[in-house]
């Protein structure tokens, strides 16, 4: 007998998301959501009737593949061992491994493009060290955490103001600290963090969020934060973006 995830994974798979959401596990809700499953009949053991072994291989985008190099193992350990709950009732289907590949793209200009890295030209300090929360989507050769965040970037772009999408802050002396705030617009001599909350690759406390982001706010920098829903689609994102602007006018002019 067939069972449910050997037939179609997808729905499984999209549990599985879930319950690492629950958990703020955002490597592993990356991990399911962007890539591509593709599960291959790896094995057949005589024991019990008959015992057929898959292999799950997630064919992750490149942006998010190299992200993960130091707990890949961790990722699949952790996917094949919450996949395993659903197979449970089903002793002749076997999932031995999750093995998670990077995702093999037709490029006809890669060799062009492998220059233009060489030289140095596409060299970028955006977050995407921190491999707790990886940025597994690309837009014009940026890398955002989710679609909302997409959304909110191209309305900024719209509005023709100078701001940086997911950059990086440290802070050295005794106690190192490092800060990837979403968005950080600089308008009229005011610097403004923005954080998109609310959707699974943000699944932190206000209180954990507030403390993440003293080290500019001691500096003099505001933030204010938007919720995902608000920059679901691409019209709510220009409400935002707008609404954002104006907060940030309103605070120049009562300095």
């Given at each position: 007998?067939?069972?449910?995830?050997?037939?179609?994974?997808?729905?499984?798979?999209?549990?599985?998301?879930?319950?690492?959401?629950?958990?703020g596990?955002?490597?592993?809700?990356?991990?399911?959501?962007?890539?591509?499953?593709?599960?291959?009949?790896?094995?057949?053991?005589?024991?019990?009737?008959?015992?057929?072994?898959?292999?799950?291989?997630?064919?992750?985008?490149?942006?998010?593949?190299?992200?993960?190099?130091?707990?890949?193992?961790?990722?699949?350990?952790?996917?094949?061992?919450k996949?395993?709950?659903?197979?449970?009732?089903?002793?002749?289907?076997?999932?031995?491994q999750?093995?998670?590949?990077?995702?093999?793209?037709?490029?006809?200009?890669?060799?062009?493009?492998?220059?233009?890295?060489?030289?140095?030209?596409?060299?970028?300090?955006?977050?995407?060290?921190?491999?707790?929360n990886?940025?597994?989507?690309?837009?014009?050769?940026?890398l955002f955490?989710?679609?909302?965040?997409?959304?909110?970037?191209?309305?900024?772009?719209?509005?023709?103001i100078?701001?940086?999408?997911?950059?990086?802050?440290?802070?050295?002396?005794?106690?190192?600290?490092?800060?990837?705030?979403?968005?950080?617009?600089?308008?009229?001599?005011?610097?403004?963090?923005v954080?998109?909350?609310?959707?699974?690759?943000?699944?932190?406390?206000?209180?954990?969020?507030?403390?993440?982001?003293?080290?500019?706010?001691?500096?003099g920098?505001?933030?204010?934060?938007?919720?995902?829903?608000?920059?679901?689609?691409?019209?709510?994102?220009?409400?935002?973006?707008?609404?954002?602007?104006?907060?940030?006018?309103?605070?120049?002019?009562?300095?």
């Amino acid at each position: 007998m067939q069972s449910r995830f050997s037939a179609d994974p997808e729905s499984i798979l999209g549990t599985l998301a879930r319950l690492f959401a629950a958990e703020g596990a955002a490597r592993e809700v990356a991990v399911l959501t962007y890539s591509s499953p593709e599960l291959v009949e790896s094995g057949y053991d005589n024991w019990n009737n008959g015992i057929t072994l898959y292999t799950l291989y997630l064919h992750a985008p490149l942006s998010l593949y190299t992200q993960l190099q130091h707990g890949l193992e961790q990722i699949e350990d952790a996917i094949l061992e919450k996949t395993r709950i659903f197979l449970g009732r089903f002793p002749n289907d076997h999932l031995s491994q999750v093995e998670i590949i990077p995702a093999v793209v037709e490029d006809e200009q890669w060799r062009e493009k492998a220059a233009a890295w060489l030289s140095g030209s596409k060299v970028s300090n955006q977050g995407r060290v921190r491999s707790n929360n990886v940025a597994p989507l690309s837009t014009d050769g940026l890398l955002f955490r989710s679609q909302p965040e997409i959304h909110f970037y191209r309305a900024l772009k719209s509005l023709g103001i100078s701001f940086a999408p997911l950059p990086v802050f440290v802070s050295g002396g005794e106690s190192y600290r490092r800060l990837e705030p979403d968005f950080v617009i600089v308008h009229s001599g005011m610097i403004l963090v923005v954080e998109v909350d609310g959707d699974t690759v943000h699944q932190e406390t206000p209180a954990e969020a507030h403390a993440r982001t003293t080290m500019l706010q001691h500096e003099g920098v505001y933030v204010e934060r938007i919720s995902a829903s608000e920059c679901s689609s691409p019209e709510k994102a220009k409400q935002a973006a707008e609404k954002i602007m104006a907060a940030l006018n309103k605070r120049k002019a009562a300095r």
